[in-house]
């Protein structure tokens, strides 16, 4: 099982340093006066403008305190009951802090957990001192966000000795011996304690912004400058920089992939796991080491202007920590983030004689580049661009169908979802929104015609959420496709960017942003996916956990409603196909084995998704492995390998095994056969033969 770790939960991965554990207690954060004034102007613009306005006061400031309490420690692991109540006794004092500008209540509730971190990772460091007793029958709650907060530091203590326990047994059962099992958890908790002497008011600020921003509304976030950068990044499938991933592992910046096209690549001087260990700017500007440094800080140093130049220190990946250095310098240039890019695969569906060419488009996102646009732009990147030059290349070979894969797609913009829909169902209503004042106002596309009219279908799963959510539905309400995969996410909102330094006419990055619910949308029919999500026509296996990950997880969510449908005329009917492509799917779905193995570890996953807490003894644990060791043997067996026992626990977290081991795992996963989108395929493969042999359905298909 995977233990989860708290502090992942609510930091990006930043590097430890040994360092650190000889600085003595951990460092006391104090607010800056710029935080307090972007608190302060971000509650004038959640109380007013938020689709849901929400007075600043007592009631919501209770709720902000524990919704912080639990993003800084969620399964109950640092904290003591003594702590929740000092907390929560000085929560009312809370909204004047933020109105006055006052924000020593939460930087002293993160001052409070930074010292119990320390305290609970001293103790488990001291614990791997003595050996544990793996017969006694015992278990450990893992799953402990339900649980009561410990009472006493005795009962801290004894919690810390059991998750220390099965950090020990899972390594042990992996096969490691006594000495390894000790190294590898005293460099985990040294990790884990080096972090908190890392942190930065900034860190603060921004946990304690997001849990104020998400207490009104799930999807309400603030974004500081760094958060706010990212996002735009990610928006426009840009920025500038020398084009490689970047990964903390034991203490250094790791190159953990080179960007294609990108200046470290076309350098022929750097290599995947090759560490940066100096960043220095310009042809002449002083070298700043960066081991230990926290990795966004190194990001920092690295982006720059185009064309600007960046040297880097660096140690070769085969090099040991006193190894020969190499000098690199390298020019800054815009990158293209192409692997979150739509993209376009042609897949072959054989049915008795016949075999028909499904193009399938895969949209990780739906982006556009505000600011191209802004400018006039007649180039700018977005989704609904990239899929209508794919549409177009998908004509030319001539494939019979279309399937657009949006599964884990979170959104985007808007504007792109429209546009996307527009290709496939041309000129129309697409999404109705209702803003606060109960207005209702129609997003439609002005494309004359469709640029597919032949079938088509979209694959979505849990985590298609918000924009996908759009283009799912009026896709679905126009009868213009197939919906196939898992019930979608549920948001049913919309969010705008509020820039606090425009609006304050600062001349640099000072007080962030605001992505701040402002209306919700509807489907053309007049329901809405908030809550429900969309709900596909034919039904796949899905691996996501309900109670934890959708719209309906959450306890604030907006509730599902209803407005006048919008003025459209259906474009097909493909309701009336459903029940022979779900025939037809049930037939073959029952004689595929690995779809029924898919089903056989969703079914599975559920079962233990129950499970709460976990033995400490040795032969009960050990008696659960054979079960999961024969069950893969059965497999292994039936396909005629040998029996693979890399898919058992090896007791390890991420960072710790090694970079050519995380590499290969993520090839094979990548390499490894999509039973969804195959399934996905051969539905579309169904419709479309369906389709040709009626003449009333197609009739229906634009010509």
Not at 258 to 286: E, M, N, T
């Amino acid at each position: 099982m995977r233990l989860k770790n708290s502090l992942l939960c609510i930091l990006l991965a930043i590097s430890a340093t040994a360092q650190a554990l000889e600085a003595g207690p951990p460092p006391v954060l104090t607010p800056l006066q710029q935080q307090a004034q972007a608190a302060h102007l971000s509650a004038q613009f959640l109380t007013r403008f938020h689709y849901k306005p929400m007075p600043l006061d007592d009631a919501l400031a209770g709720k902000i305190v524990n919704r912080y309490i639990k993003l800084l420690d969620p399964e109950k692991f640092f904290f003591v009951q003594s702590d929740i109540d000092q907390f929560t006794a000085a929560h009312s004092k809370l909204d004047d802090g933020i109105y006055h500008e006052d924000l020593q209540i939460p930087f002293s509730i993160f001052n409070v957990y930074e010292q119990r971190v320390v305290e609970r990772l001293t103790y488990a460091r001291e614990l791997l001192k003595q050996g544990f007793d793996f017969s006694k029958k015992e278990d450990f709650a893992f799953v402990r966000d339900k649980e009561p907060w410990p009472q006493t530091e005795a009962e801290s203590r004894e919690l810390w000795r059991k998750r220390v326990k099965n950090d020990w047994l899972r390594l042990k059962l992996a096969g490691k011996n006594d000495q390894a099992i000790r190294d590898t958890l005293n460099k985990r908790y040294d990790n884990s304690l080096a972090r908190v002497y890392k942190y930065k008011s900034d860190d603060v600020f921004q946990i304690f912004m997001n849990a104020y921003a998400t207490s009104i509304e799930p999807h309400t976030d603030y974004l500081g400058t760094t958060a706010a950068a990212d996002f735009d990044i990610s928006m426009k499938l840009s920025l500038v920089g020398i084009g490689a991933v970047l990964q903390e592992r034991d203490e250094y910046t790791t190159i953990r992939e080179l960007v294609s096209g990108g200046p470290a690549q076309l350098s022929g001087k750097l290599a995947v796991g090759d560490r940066i260990v100096g960043v220095a700017q310009g042809a002449q500007g002083p070298m700043v080491e960066v081991v230990g440094s926290r990795i966004d800080e190194v990001v920092k140093l690295i982006r720059g202007a185009k064309d600007s130049v960046v040297r880097l220190d660096v140690l070769p990946a085969d090099a040991g920590p006193d190894g020969k250095h190499r000098l690199v310098t390298l020019v800054r240039n815009k990158i293209s983030l192409e692997q979150q890019a739509a993209k376009k695969t042609i897949m072959s569906v054989k049915n008795g004689d016949t075999t028909r060419k499904v193009g399938v488009i895969t949209l990780p996102a739906f982006y556009e580049d505000f600011d191209g646009r802004r400018k006039g732009d007649k180039n700018y990147r977005s989704a609904s661009r990239d899929v209508a030059a794919l549409l177009t290349e998908l004509k030319k070979e001539k494939v019979d169908s279309v399937l657009v894969d949006l599964r884990n797609n979170g959104g985007g913009s808007l504007n792109e979802a429209i546009n996307l829909t527009g290709l496939f169902v041309g000129k129309g209503p697409i999404v109705q929104q209702r803003n606060a004042r109960g207005e209702v106002n129609i997003g439609s596309d002005d494309l004359p015609a469709p640029l597919w009219t032949g079938p088509m279908a979209v694959l979505i799963n849990r985590g298609s959420a918000s924009a996908s959510e759009i283009f799912a539905a009026a896709i679905q309400d126009y009868g213009r496709g197939t919906i196939i995969g898992e019930g979608s996410f549920g948001k049913g909102t919309v969010q705008s960017m509020v820039n606090l330094d425009e609006l304050t006419h600062n001349d640099k990055p000072k007080f962030g942003e605001l992505k701040m619910t402002v209306a919700q949308f509807f489907r053309i029919n007049g329901g809405t996916t908030q809550l429900r999500g969309v709900t596909p026509d034919i039904t796949l296996p899905g691996f996501s956990d309900p109670e934890s990950f959708g719209e309906s997880s959450y306890d604030n969510a907006l509730p599902w409603s209803q407005v006048k449908a919008a003025d459209y005329a259906p474009l097909g009917d493909v309701k009336d196909l459903l029940p022979q492509l779900q025939m037809r799917h049930d037939a073959r779905v029952e004689k595929d084995k690995d779809f029924q193995r898919l089903v056989e570890d969703a079914d599975e996953l559920k079962t233990l998704r129950k499970k709460r807490t976990i033995s400490l003894n040795e032969a009960d644990r050990r008696s659960e492995l054979a079960v999961q060791e024969a069950r893969i043997k059965a497999r292994e067996k039936a396909d005629g390998k040998d029996a693979n026992k890399d898919t058992l626990d090896d007791g390890l977290q991420a960072n710790e095994r090694s970079l050519s081991a995380d590499l290969a795992a993520e090839k094979a996963q990548k390499n490894a056969k999509d039973v969804l989108l195959n399934e996905a395929a051969q539905i579309l493969g169904d419709q479309s033969d369906l389709i040709k042999s009626n003449t009333k359905f197609a009739a229906q298909q634009a010509k």
